[in-house]
């Protein structure tokens, strides 16, 4: 069976139609009612009317038609009795009883149609009786028929004559009608009773004898009469009953009444004794046509008024149903319109606006205040959920009862965003108490490094150290990626600009596979120092995600070049590349750096992209990762330094190259080049690493060489404001513009290593200490000096890669 209140069942239907409906089921119902009852009030009346109307049009022809084969009967009972008189009198009557049935047989023609089926029956019946009559007549004619058969079709015939007045009477759904229709069908047959008696002393007047069994029958058909005549005069219609009892005081009825007590009580008699009978033939003959011929009227009259009250009835029923339709459908129909008028009210004004109001509270809630309190809670600031929550007050019936729900709901939610704040803000705390940690061992570890470094004399020594400071180096870095994945920013910070060659030699000095990779084409520009770390950092990571995926042995290079209004610096390997996917997936991770909670949640975080991203946003630079064509497919990544009069900050980007060539004025070109010298540069003469190549040279199109957008100047942060400058002679960090901590041991055979940030001062790691220029003054006694530190304790002097490069 299926559950009708399903929680998981849709509902589709708006509450304002759902309610509509339900007003207007009952009221559907009222209609259905309404025309049922208007029906039978309608068929009632007309059915009604339609009796009173068969009554009117059928009996009162009927008793005219009838009360002359009443005559007709004793005239062909006093025929049979003396042939002598003739048939004239009796074919006289015959031919008046002849012109009144034809009115009556054509108002059963009109009438058995439309009449119901118990009347018709009964029409049917009479008619066939009727059909009778010449043959009957036939016979009495030629007196082959005797008195009892005659007197049996005659009292046949009117028998069935008050059975269909009786029918009639009793089919009226009308008590009054029924009543008054009744006591005429008992009129009726009390007169016809008065004409049987009449006929049987008729008889006997004309054979002279009035046989024992006549006489019996006689005086019961005297006693019924009389009997019925008594029983029904209460019922008649109250002119009916006046005219009766004008008719019971007059003085045919009284010596009528008289003379049938005297035959009575004279009994029988025959033909000798006829002289003795108390009522002569003449007298009896002259009453009982006044007193038949009264009741006869008495009949008609009181069926005419029973019908024209039944027809009035049947036209008031009529006139009341359609009336009362009317009323009860304008009755109906205003309750309709005013229950739906009611129900859209309370709908509209009520439910609807307050549930308009509940959703545009919850709206509120959902999409402003709730994201701006859990962004707050998720940014560690101190929030009031009491205050800056307030619940919602909507009553306290089911509606306000709903909002309660949303009031805990969003309470909990709230309350869950708060633990998962505090929660996250703890384990943030412990990754960077860690990375901290871990970041003043790191520093430790190089300044004891440094120290060793500066004692060795031994080249071979020296090369050891210069592994377990690269380590160390790296080691930071890693460290210094946790602090970034934890929010912070690294302890390294330099006041000063340095130079982009040195920035570039220190990111790759940083990397596990250094001696892949080339620098060169950098121009002669400087960043300043508060973007010093954090480009250093990024540009680590890009050359070590080139090393980490591109063949073993192959090279990475890492180019630099001035386009407009900004300085380029290429990143390229000869990997396989990406899959369009990834790659996308990468360029939208770079574009908008992901929380570190979102992030974690992917099986391969990529976390290095993920710092590369978080270090861009911060230096408000974006990027994209992309192809380029050349001799073998790879990956290329860049930044780039835009400048507008004077260069800007550091932009990074990932994607397809930019080959634009250098559209800044010759004068700011020229300004780059005699003025950005970075540390261990001599003047007159370029910094590079490893072997140099011509942009035409064999290497080709650099694989995925990056440009940036630079952000407009209003976005641009404070801190790194101007982050790109021009430098100006030595090393600001070191006298002597020397940087000897990046120098590698040269290999065996005489040949460079592979180019790295060392190659420049591979020479000077094999002389003596005593005679390298600056050791003394670049040694620890000089960073003493010019290592100084910030609140934090981090150094601020050079980058890692300017200590080791020349």
Known sequence: MENKDDPGKAYDKSIRKRLTRTVLIPSITLLVLWAVLATAFFINGLYVRLVAGSVRDVSIPALTALSSLQQERQLALQYLDSPSSGPQQLQQQEQDSDGKLKGLQEAFAATISSAPDEIASKVTALKAQLDQLPVLRSQVNFRSINRAQVNTYYNGVLDSAATLFDTQARIVPDATAVQGAISATSLFRAGDLMSRETSLVSAAFSGSTFAPDDFVQFSQLVGYYR???????????????????????????????????????????????????????????????????????????????????????????????????????????????????????????????????????????????????????????????????????????????????????????????????????????????????????????????????????????????????????????????????????????????????????????????????????????????????????????LVDNATSFSPPGSQVEVTSRMVARGVVVDVSDQGLGMKEGVREWANAMMADAPEFDAMALRADSSLGLFVVARLASRLRITGTLGLQPRPVRGRAAGFAARHHGHLRPVALRRHPGDRADPVEPPRQRERARTLGRGPGARPGRRARTGKRRTATGPRGTAAGAATVSRPPASDAGPAHRGAVSPVRGPDPGRPGGTARRGARPQRAGGRRPAPAPAQAAAAESRRPAARRPGRRRGGRHQRGRDHRADADGVPQGHPPGARRAK
């Open 227 to 541: 009997t019925q005549l008594a029983q029904i005069s209460p019922f008649l219609e109250p002119a009916v009953r006046q005219h009766y009892q004008q008719l019971s005081t007059s003085d045919a009825w009284k010596r009528l009444n008289a003379a049938e007590d005297s035959l009575i009580k004279h009994g029988p008699w025959t033909s000798g004794d006829q002289n003795n009978v108390p009522v002569s033939a003449g007298d009896w003959h002259a009453l009982t046509a006044q007193v038949a011929q009264g009741l006869n009227q008495l009949t008609i009259e009181q069926a005419d008024q029973v019908s024209t009250a039944a027809i009035d009835s049947g036209n008031a029923q009529l006139r009341n149903a359609i009336i009362g339709s009317i009323v009860a459908l304008l009755a109906s129909l205003a309750a309709i319109i005013v229950a739906v008028r009611v129900s859209r009210s309370l709908v509209d004004r009520t439910l609807m606006t307050r549930l308009e109001r509940l959703r545009n509270d919850s709206l509120d809630l959902a999409r402003n205040r709730l994201p701006n309190i859990v962004g707050r809670l998720k940014s560690g600031d101190p929030v009031d959920i009491e205050a800056e929550l307030p619940k919602l007050d909507h009553g306290r019936d089911e509606i306000g009862q709903v909002a309660e729900a949303f009031n805990t709901a969003q309470l909990t939610a709230v309350n869950a965003a708060a633990s998962e704040a505090k929660a996250r803000s703890g384990v943030h705390n412990v990754f960077l108490g860690i990375a901290h940690r871990n970041q003043v061992l790191v520093h430790r570890q190089l300044q004891i490094l440094d120290e060793m470094e500066s004692r060795e004399e031994n080249s071979t020594q020296l090369a050891s150290l210069f592994q377990l400071d690269h380590l160390a180096a790296r080691a930071r870095r890693t460290t210094e990626n946790l602090i970034i994945l934890g929010g912070k920013q690294p302890g390294r910070r330099w006041r000063k600009p340095v130079s982009l060659m040195e920035v570039l030699r220190a990111a790759v000095s940083e990397t596990e596979q250094y001696s892949r990779v080339q620098v060169e084409q950098v121009p002669d520009v400087a960043i300043v120092g508060t973007a010093v770390a954090d480009t250093i950092h990024l540009v680590a990571e």
